[in-house]
């Protein structure tokens, strides 16, 4: 059965893997081997049989191949390029190829008006009112119109004066603010200074929306310091947003005002809010024309803020970096792109990046909190029961610690073609030969008599592995965390959960970056989708993606602008900046 | 020359100003002149050179009105209105806020009372504060819109009683009727009838409302509601049960907004409410915990059980906190078998109390599935899953074994039918 499936699936792989042809069968296989983060010392495949010599028989299982289903098809591809399970943007990358590309066919907006280019005199906007057919006021639908589709400033000036004149000079603000938005965006300073004047005049107080622009409006202008009284007037009713602070940095620091802006990103973090990326770019963008050194000390206080926060700079950010790195006149810094050796050497200066393993400290906190926030998170009875959690802490003292840790079901649901228990087998047979101590977490129902799960197949399996099984109606993933954790730095646990719903049961975004960061260390994915031909892990990283610096030198990942990254991903590009000696 | 300007009108004055303006202050007419003049001149070419249109120098004389206008605007004298204290400051901040919101066509309530505008200061967050602030808004348009139906029916009324008026004059006929019209109160009667009947007899269906901590005061609010709505089914209902609240604290958030809103009838309820747990009141090994997450499906109704219903509305994430209740105890699940009857479409498998009430109610009389499991909302599912062929097969396989195992029985069982239906 296994066979047959692994054989059915070859062609498509030979098609859907062209620079197979070319013949670097070793180097792939080579690949495959240091994929895997466990001492092997075996060959667990064999892609020398898929050389182009058998090509008659490919053929003809080409044309055979040509029915399988799609899905199948798609899964196959995924070994074609393999991004790191925690790579920015694998995760895209997987979901592109479960699902076909839908044609994003962008539905035009229901326009009944075409918007005017050219300025209009009264009589045209009365006869542009007389022609709309819509629910909403005409000048409300067509200020958002405007204000939405980027309007030049005359036409909506022109729209105001309309206005104005039927409406004995009084314009409404939220026309007031569309011509605010306008301006802002064309960067008309005089307007926004004028609009600035009349919102002062007419209304004692504004909404955060105006704020928002006139700052924005405002710190170009001389009178850039009124942005800092509107910013102490949002505080009256709100606290004022992220963006707000980064435009009045931003102002503040066109302005030379080193010391205000500063000040503002201390409040700024005082709320406790991320500051934008942008703001710490128009820092660093700025120090390159000061020679200062107590600058430069804040500017190594964002980078150490950076790598607390596990931020990544964008890539236009990165670059401010090293060209302010470059500017420092002495050190000759030099900086370059680069990328990280599987081993955890930087490739520009051959450097090992910080290692992925938690301090005892750190490993011992987290363990903890696991612990009490995960599997007893409050209520012992939700994820399992206390019978069954001392069970479990009763087998795992009773047993030596593990090397491997694996999620049964996940793992043998990986192969859908397969039955359960088969596959499950295999992988386990595969480490068992090793040497390696196993722990095969599963529930109850798997031991039960069923088609999907073999009886004598799971003895074997009890074999060569120690074996818990949970409840039918326990959880199973924080046994796995937990026993993983319990059995030291060494051991690692195979699943393809990527254990987000466990990641937010931890109390702070503090537990939760520990958290991902020994699960990057510690995860072994499976990513190979034949059962039986060749199981290939996923490496488990020997690296921490943060942030670093040794003194005379910086690391710093940095997001690339292309690369849509998720939330538990980490970049791959890397800023490399060491001085010359 | 402006600034000096803005000071001298005065609000209510503004939009006559126009017109006052060169009598009231002669000294600044010569500007308010420019300013018309302006008007006029915007409009007067526009008019005579069709022409010229598209260039845009009559735009800019306009824009130059509105801008001056709009300065010259109202200044209202804030030195008579200084606030005492920095609370009643913020206070007034958020007001004039709302208000500002209002003028953007945001949905924020008209008015709003000081305890309202309280509450909205205490929000955590930008985004929950929005949030308090629609539902207010949503709240006083519901109102409006009754009040206006209100009103429109009154109207009605009285028109219709003018007709009535004018047409009737022959209308003294004396006629003859069976009942008084007291039928809402031998209803309640009856009812109460009823449900004294199902406090001796019936079976019991517990509420278990040991929730409070789980819930904040929306859910908490929105589980009241549905208790109350589910209470008036089962009253209405011609078997009721007899319902427990159990776990419910004297005093507890449950209890306090049970009293308020049923206010003196609460004493009167034909229903058990009792401090003390479901498991001591009854035996432990006929309770079933109803709940969404059990592994078990419930399959039919038994009328020796004891049911129990969560009252919990859980609009946050946590699931499974019903099913862990039911683990500590020790207690029997089940879970409502819509999967099995219906193409479940979208939604939550959790239905609101006054669902699962009329369900049970419904099964509890006529034991039908299909229709006890009309009351789950219908955009929840896309119909009704087509199972009878499958019962069919099965029937017909038991059939065939029992025709197989014993056909003088089946011949016999058919006599016995034939005769119990002569007999009757």
Redesign the interface.
């Known amino acids: 059965m296994t066979c047959l499936s692994g054989i059915r699936s070859f062609p498509k792989l030979w098609k859907s893997r062209p620079y197979l042809g070319l013949g670097p069968g070793h180097s792939y296989l080579s690949l495959f081997l240091t994929d895997c983060g466990i001492r092997n010392q075996q060959k667990w495949f064999s892609l020398k049989a898929m050389s182009p010599q058998n090509t008659k028989a490919v053929n003809i299982l080409a044309a055979k191949g040509k029915s399988v289903k799609k899905k199948d098809k798609d899964s196959i591809k995924q070994t074609s390029h393999l991004p790191h399970f925690f790579a920015a943007g694998a995760a895209k990358k997987r979901s592109q190829m479960n699902f076909h590309n839908k044609d994003h066919t962008v539905l035009p907006g229901r326009k009944n008006i075409q918007l005017p280019t050219k300025p209009l005199s009264s009589e045209e906007w009365d006869r542009l009112k007389e022609n709309y057919t819509g629910k909403k006021d005409f000048e409300n639908w067509i200020s958002t119109q405007m204000s939405h589709n980027n309007s030049p400033v005359d036409v909506a000036k022109s729209l105001l004066a309309w206005v104005a004149a039927k409406n004995n000079g009084i314009v409404g603000y939220n026309l007031l603010l569309m011509y605010l938005h306008l301006s802002v965006f064309y960067k008309q300073t005089s307007e926004v200074i004028d609009v600035y004047e009349i919102m002062k005049a007419r209304y004692k107080i504004l909404e955060p929306g105006a704020y928002t622009l006139l700052i924005r409006g405002l710190i170009h202008s001389d009178r850039w310091r009124e942005a800092l009284q509107l910013l102490e007037d949002i505080k009256k009713v709100m606290t004022p947003s992220v963006r707000n602070y980064n435009d009045c940095i931003q102002g503040a620091l066109f302005h030379q005002d080193v010391t205000i802006a500063w000040n503002l990103y201390e409040e700024l973090l005082s709320h406790r809010y991320t500051p934008m990326l942008e703001t710490l770019k128009a820092f660093f963008d700025f120090g390159k024309d000061i020679k200062d050194d107590h600058y430069s000390s804040k500017l190594l206080d964002i980078l150490l803020y950076l790598r607390n926060n596990y931020l990544y700079p964008g890539e236009s950010f990165v670059h401010s970096i090293k060209t302010w790195f470059e500017s420092i006149s002495g050190k000759q810094w030099k900086g370059q792109f680069t990328t990280i050796q599987k081993s955890g050497q930087c490739s520009g200066c051959g450097n090992s990046i910080e290692s992925i393993h938690l301090s005892p400290e750190e490993y011992h906190f987290l363990k903890e909190k696991v612990m009490m926030d995960v599997i007893v998170g409050g209520d012992h009875y939700r994820k399992t029961t206390p019978q069954e959690l001392e069970r479990f802490e009763d087998f795992v003292k009773s047993c030596p610690p593990f090397d491997i840790v694996i999620d049964g079901l996940n793992v043998a649901k990986m192969f859908p073609r397969a039955r359960e228990s088969q596959s499950l087998l295999e992988v386990v047979s595969l480490l068992a030969k090793q040497n390696l101590q196993l722990l095969v977490l599963g529930r109850k129902h798997m031991i039960g008599q069923g088609s999907r799960w073999r009886k004598d197949e799971m003895t074997k399996l009890q074999k060569q592995a120690h074996c818990f099984f949970a409840d039918n109606i326990s959880e199973d993933d924080p046994f796995i965390l937990y026993a993983t954790l319990n059995s030291g730095n060494h051991c690692k646990f195979i699943t393809n959960d990527l254990m987000r719903d466990h990641k937010a049961c931890l109390p702070d975004a503090k537990t939760q970056h520990l958290f991902f960061k020994w699960q990057r260390g510690h995860q072994l994915a499976i990513r190979s989708v034949f059962p039986g031909s060749h199981i290939i892990f996923q490496h488990a990283l020997t690296y921490d993606t943060v942030v670093q610096t040794t003194g005379d030198s910086w690391h710093i990942p940095y997001d690339e602008d292309l690369v849509e990254r998720c939330s538990y991903e980490v970049p791959t590009k890397w800023l490399c900046l060491h001085q010359k000696t | 020359m402006s600034v000096f300007f803005?000071m001298n009108i005065s609000v209510t004055l503004?939009?006559f100003?126009?017109c006052l303006v060169p009598f009231t202050l002669p000294k600044k007419r010569n500007l308010y002149s420019t300013?018309l003049q302006r008007?006029m001149s915007?409009?007067i070419p526009?008019?005579s050179h069709?022409t010229r249109?598209?260039t845009?120098p009559?735009?800019q004389l306009?824009?130059d009105?509105?801008?001056?206008?709009?300065?010259?605007?109202?200044?209202?004298e804030?030195v008579s209105t200084v606030p005492s204290s920095k609370d009643e400051?913020?206070l007034a901040?958020?007001r004039?806020?709302i208000e500002?919101?209002r003028?953007?066509?945001k949905s924020v309530p008209e008015h709003i009372t000081e305890e309202q505008l309280k509450t909205i200061m205490e929000c955590a967050s930008?985004s929950s504060?929005k949030k308090y602030l629609k539902y207010l808004f949503i709240k006083e348009n519901l109102k409006k819109a009754k009040q206006i139906k209100k009103e429109r029916k009154a109207a009605a009324r009285e028109e219709a009683q003018k007709a009535k008026l004018l047409e009737t004059t022959e209308e003294d006929k004396e006629q003859s009727f069976l009942f008084l019209r007291l039928w809402d109160r031998q209803k309640d009667i009856a009812m109460g009838w009823k449900g004294a009947q199902a406090m001796q007899f019936g079976q019991p269906l517990v509420f278990d409302m040991s929730y409070d901590n789980y819930m904040n005061p929306k859910e908490l609010q929105n589980t009241i509601s549905q208790l109350l709505e589910s209470e008036g089914s089962n009253r209405r209902d011609v078997d009721p049960f007899h319902l427990y609240f159990c776990n419910l604290k004297i005093d507890g958030a449950y209890h306090r907004q049970l009293v308020r809103h049923y206010r003196e009838r609460w004493n009167k309820l034909l229903l058990t409410t009792t401090e003390k747990s479901y498991v001591d009141v009854f035996p432990k090994d006929s309770i079933i915990y109803l709940t969404a997450d059990s592994?078990n499906v419930m399959t039919t109704y038994k009328h020796d059980k004891i049911y129990v219903i969560g009252s919990f509305v859980d609009k946050k994430m946590q699931p499974?906190?019903s099913?862990?209740?039911a683990?500590?105890l020790n207690l029997a699940t089940e879970c409502l078998p819509l999967d099995k009857y219906l193409q479940w479409d979208t939604g939550n498998k959790n239905l609101t109390l006054d669902q699962m009430m009329r369900i049970l109610l419904c099964l509890k009389n006529t034991g039908n599935w299909e229709e006890a499991l009309k009351f789950v909302p219908s955009r929840k599912h896309t119909g009704y899953l087509d199972i009878s062929e499958h019962s069919l097969e099965f029937l017909n396989r038991l059939k065939k074994a029992k025709t197989l195992n014993s056909s003088p029985k089946h011949t016999l069982s058919r006599h016995g039918k034939v005769g119990i239906n002569e007999k009757i």
């Open positions: 803005k503004r939009p100003a126009m300013i008007y915007s409009k526009a008019v069709p249109e598209s845009s009559p735009e306009e824009l009105g509105w801008k001056t206008t709009m300065k010259s605007g109202m200044q209202k804030d400051d913020t901040a958020n004039e806020l500002m919101w003028l953007l066509g930008k504060k592994p499974g906190a099913l862990a209740r683990k500590q």
